[in-house]
C-alpha cells in the first residue's frame, strides 16, 4: 500500500505476548451438541437435573443450585400431583371436584408470580424463572404432607386425625418456608429480607391450610 514504507515501529516499544494459535487444546466435548445426543441420555440428564433439586430442597440451606440451572418441570409435576391429591373433596357443588383442581393450579402459579414481582420491586436479583423455580420446588414438603393427610384420613377423621395431620402439615409448612428463604436469601437487600420473606410465608401457609381443611366426599 502507498505509504507505509514511510511508518516505521519504535525500537523503544516492547511487544509482548505470543501470536501463536494453539493445536491440540480443542477438545471433542466442547463440539458435541445436544443435537446430536440421544434422546434417552437427554431425559435422563434431565431426570437427574430434577432429581438434584428435589435433593437440595430435602437438605434445606444457602444455595445457589435451583438457581444456576433452573427448570419448571419439578414445579410442573408437584404442582399436578397436588392438585390431583386435593381434588374430589368436600365442596357445596356437586361436580367432580374440578374447582380444586383449578384453584391449586391459581394459587401455586399467580401466587409465585406476585413473589417475584414482590422481590424484583424490592430490588432483589433473582430473575422471574428461577423465583418460579424455587417457589415450585418447595412445594415438594407441602406435597408429601398431603400425602400423609390422605393416607391418614383413610383410617377416620376424628380428632386424633386431625392432631396427626395438624402436625404433619405444620412440620412440612416450616420445612417449605425455611427452604425457599434458604435458596432466597442471598438474592434479596439485607434490610428487606423480611418483607419478602413474608409473601413467601402467607404464600405456603394458604396451601397448607388448603391441605389440612381437605376432607374427601
Known amino acids: ?40 441420555d437427554t431425559i435422563m440428564r434431565d431426570l437427574k437435573a430434577v432429581g438434584k433439586k428435589f435433593v437440595h430442597v430435602m437438605y434445606p440451606r444457602k444455595s445457589s443450585a435451583l438457581l444456576r440451572d433452573w427448570d419448571l418441570w419439578g414445579p410442573l409435576v408437584l404442582c399436578v400431583s397436588l392438585a390431583l391429591m386435593l381434588q374430589g373433596g368436600s365442596a357445596d357443588s356437586k361436580d367432580d371436584g374440578g374447582p380444586q383442581f383449578a ?8 401466587g409465585a408470580v406476585v413473589i417475584t414481582l414482590n422481590s424484583k420491586l424490592l430490588g432483589g436479583t433473582i430473575s422471574f424463572f428461577q423465583s ?9 414438603p407441602l406435597t ?9 384420613l383413610l383410617a377416620g377423621t376424628g380428632t386424633v386425625s386431625f392432631v396427626i395431620r395438624l402436625i404433619v402439615v405444620g412440620a412440612m ?14 438474592s434479596q437487600p439485607p434490610n428487606r429480607k423480611a418483607l419478602v420473606v413474608y409473601p413467601i410465608f402467607l404464600f405456603y401457609f394458604v396451601i397448607s ?9
Open 1 to 40: 500500500f502507498p505509504g507505509l514504507a514511510d511508518v516505521s515501529i519504535s525500537q523503544d516499544i516492547p511487544v509482548e505476548g505470543e501470536i501463536t494459535v494453539p493445536v491440540g487444546s480443542h477438545s471433542p466435548d466442547e463440539d458435541y451438541s445436544t443435537l446430536d445426543e440421544p434422546v434417552k
Open 173 to 186: 409448612f416450616g420445612w417449605s418456608t425455611l427452604a425457599s428463604t434458604a435458596f432466597l436469601a442471598d
Open 103 to 110: 384453584e391449586v393450579f391459581v394459587i401455586i402459579w399467580f
Open 209 to 217: 391450610w388448603m391441605i389440612l381443611t381437605f376432607t374427601p366426599q
Open 132 to 140: 418460579l423455580c424455587v417457589l415450585g420446588y418447595c412445594v415438594m
Open 144 to 152: 408429601v404432607a398431603m400425602l400423609v393427610c390422605r393416607l391418614v
